[in-house]
């Protein structure tokens, strides 16, 4: 069992929780992820680790079934039965030059630690956060504190430049600026946007995949992903990949495989109408 300490709303459909979890804690790196079940009855599901201390991990999930509306509803002093990491490969965080890290919607969070990381191994770091308007815009105030420039934008211009976070790399690009890797993560659209205008120019991607993440060992093969014109799994072989090697076209399209479940599962619950 593992402790809440904190469960709190931080944007519309956006949450925070803080567990304790020291063995995972203890282990987790930049880019990885656990699975989560609130009982024994309950689906696993995958969320990333947005921050950690020496016994505790945060993650933030955004409402879109029935199990993180039931996280929802969990309180301060409750507990979830399983905490399992930390999963998947950790960010090669190695000293490279200049890194841009790019983050949209809820994949913000996960370019808190990434960047931490980046810039705690001796390279310059600028972020690059877009959402849908100011509400949206998390962790802006961590993500100042862990890089050296920050760009934030917004669809209806209510926070940051009016715009989509491909226009500032676009414009970085075309000022000469040296980047030597291109950190992504946030829509599966976004990724590929930027995949597609750092292709030209040669400049290493990455891109932090979302797929659909059943057990997170490898066996299930709910995950699996193209990459190169070969079968990946993200949970072992990822969650980052070449993002310039990534299939998106078939990411969309298994992303969206179960959306009808969900929301039929929402409405007889009663969370959807």
């Known amino acids: 069992m593992h402790k809440i300490l904190s469960n709190e709303k931080i944007a519309p459909a956006l949450f925070k929780m803080?567990?304790?979890?020291?063995?995972?804690a203890k282990k987790a790196a930049a880019g990885q992820f656990v699975m989560v079940r609130i009982d024994e009855k309950g689906e696993r599901i995958p969320l990333t680790i947005a921050d950690r201390s020496e016994n505790t991990v945060t993650i933030v999930?955004?409402?879109v079934g029935v199990t993180t509306h039931?996280?929802?509803e969990k309180k301060q002093g409750e507990s979830l039965l399983d905490v399992v990491g930390p999963l998947g490969h950790k960010t090669d965080n190695k000293k490279i030059g200049t890194v841009c890290c790019i983050g949209g919607g809820v994949g913000i969070a996960e370019l808190y630690p990434v960047a931490k990381a980046y810039k705690a191994a001796g390279n310059e770091v600028i972020v690059i956060v877009g959402a849908r308007n100011k509400e949206l815009v998390i962790f802006k105030d961590k993500l100042s504190k862990a890089c050296d420039k920050?760009?934030?934008t917004t669809d209806d211009g209510s926070d940051g430049e009016k715009g989509f976070v491909s226009d500032v790399l676009k414009r970085l690009i075309a000022s000469d600026k040296k980047i030597d890797l291109v950190y992504a993560v946030g829509p599966a659209i976004m990724m590929k946007v930027v995949a597609d205008l750092t292709?030209?120019?040669k400049i290493k991607t990455?891109?932090?995949l979302n797929t659909v993440l059943v057990d997170g060992t490898g066996m299930c093969g709910s995950c699996r992903i193209e990459v190169g014109g070969e079968t990946k799994f993200?949970?072992?072989d990822g969650p980052e990949f070449d993002a310039h090697q990534v299939n998106f076209?078939?990411?969309m399209a298994r992303q969206g495989l179960f959306k009808e479940q969900e929301k039929h599962a929402c409405k007889i619950r009663g969370i959807l109408q």
């Open 61 to 63: 999930y955004q409402v």
């Open 150 to 152: 920050i760009f934030i």
């Open 206 to 208: 990455l891109a932090s």
């Open 249 to 251: 076209k078939e990411l």
């Open 199 to 201: 292709r030209p120019h």
């Open 234 to 236: 993200a949970c072992v």
């Open 18 to 24: 803080e567990l304790e979890a020291s063995v995972v």
């Open 70 to 72: 039931r996280l929802t």
